[in-house]
C-alpha cells in the first residue's frame, strides 16, 4: 500500500507505529493516500522509497516522501501448546499484570486481542522463568 512519511522518515525497512493523524489533515488533499488506509495501532514497515516529494506542513521540513507499506511482523510470546511454524493464531493476551522482562514481547505494539496471524517463525520454543509460570514461546507473527 502506498502511503507519505515525513521526508527524513523515508527509509526502506524503517518500522513504525501509526498513531494517527492531526486536526491539520482534515482537509489535507493527501489525506486518503496519507493516513486513510493505514490503521492506528499498527506497526508497518517501509519496503519502498518513491523520488518525489509533497509539501506537508505537518511534518519537520515541510515535506513527505511516498512510500509503499506493509504491515510489519511482529514478535510476541504465545502460549506454546500453539507454536507450530505456518499455523493460523488468533492473538489473545496472556491474563497477566506483572512487570517483567517478558512483557513487551507478551503485550506487543501494534499487535490487538482477537487479531488473526500466522506464526511466520518459532525463535524460542520454550521462553524461560515466566514469572506467571505460562509455557510461552516467542514467535515472529505476520498479521
Known amino acids: 500500500m502506498i502511503t507519505l512519511i515525513g521526508n527524513d522518515l523515508a527509509k526502506k525497512d524503517l518500522m513504525f507505529l501509526f498513531n494517527g493523524s492531526v486536526k491539520e489533515c482534515e482537509d489535507c488533499r493527501f489525506k486518503s493516500t496519507c493516513v486513510d488506509s493505514l490503521e492506528v495501532g499498527r506497526c508497518y514497515i517501509i519496503k519502498d522509497v518513491k ?64 487479531d488473526k496471524a500466522v506464526i511466520k517463525k518459532v525463535l524460542t520454543k520454550n521462553v524461560d522463568d515466566c514469572a506467571k509460570g505460562f509455557k510461552l514461546s516467542k514467535v515472529l507473527l505476520k498479521i
Not at 509533497?54 to 519537520?60: A, N, R
Not at 515535506?63 to 502460549?79: C, H, L, S
Open 51 to 114: 523520488d518525489t516529494k509533497q509539501m506537508c506542513p505537518v511534518h519537520d521540513k515541510g515535506f513527505v516522501k511516498p512510500i509503499e507499506v506493509e504491515k510489519a511482523d511482529i514478535e510476541t510470546n504465545i502460549i506454546s501448546k500453539k507454536c507450530f511454524e505456518g499455523s493460523s493464531v488468533t492473538y489473545i493476551p496472556p491474563d497477566c499484570d506483572l512487570e517483567c522482562i517478558y512483557r513487551e514481547f507478551c503485550f506487543p505494539e501494534g499487535l490487538n486481542d482477537g
